[in-house]
Antibody, heavy 121, light 107 residues
């Protein structure tokens, strides 16, 4: 079955950087677009970014452009999210998400359990 | 970018029908997808595209669209349907946007 497992979260200081990872299994990783979606505690869902199956196309939410970088390593079946200059408002659960279908249609069919990033001094 | 607007909270009596709405200009061009999220859990896709459901989602969940408003209907709401519901759709910049979410209470 499809498994998505995020890691790399924790308590970090403002201004620092962090790289989140998502290890995947149970499907042909190199065939699917992959996303990051975040959710501040007690708040709604916020889409962060998408990377297409081959890493050739990447799109970001307007509010995420500049400090967030999505990438993937198809040889390791792993998705990444690099966040720089972390801010208190970046505190959230970060979910790794797979599209329901191979084509990137933004049907978020499979979700990891999320990794919590807490930005605090 | 664009925005999707949802009512913050809706309630329904057990066994009755409830409709949750999602409004936004991009819904004139794109369908909304719907997600259910229970406390402490990741969201679950319940409706995608025009009106498709993953196989594990009960058929009491359905969706429709009219003009700039998408609707999720639960016919005969059950206690286990109490959750937060989110819509999302494509936007014009190559990405997607979520609605703010609706908290459904089953009385």
């Amino acid at each position: 079955q499809v498994k998505l497992e995020e890691s790399g979260g924790g308590v970090v200081q403002p201004g620092t950087s962090l790289r989140l990872s998502c290890a995947t299994s149970g499907f042909t990783f190199s065939s699917f677009a992959m996303h990051w979606v975040r959710q501040a505690p007690g708040k709604g869902l916020e889409w962060v970014a998408v990377v297409w199956y081959d890493g050739g196309n990447k799109y970001y939410a307007d509010s995420m452009k500049g400090r967030f970088t999505i990438s993937r390593d198809n040889s390791k079946n792993t998705l990444y999210l690099q966040i720089t200059s972390l801010r208190v408002e970046d505190t959230a659960f970060y979910y790794c998400v797979r599209d329901w279908e191979a084509a990137p249609r933004y049907y978020f069919g499979y979700w990891g359990q999320g990794t919590l990033v807490t930005v605090s001094s | 970018s664009s925005e999707l607007t949802q009512d913050p909270a809706v309630s329904v009596a057990l066994g009755q029908t409830v409709t949750i709405t999602c409004q936004g200009d991009n819904l004139r061009s794109y369908f909304a997808n719907w997600y259910q999220q229970k406390p402490g859990q990741a969201p679950v896709l319940v409706i995608y595209g025009k009106h498709d459901r993953p196989s594990e989602i009960p058929d009491r969940f359905s969706a429709s669209r009219a003009a700039n408003t998408a609707s999720l209907t639960i016919a005969g709401a059950q206690a286990e349907d109490e959750a937060d519901y989110y819509c999302n759709s494509r936007d014009t910049s190559g990405g997607t946007v979520f609605g703010g979410g609706t908290k459904l209470t089953v009385l």
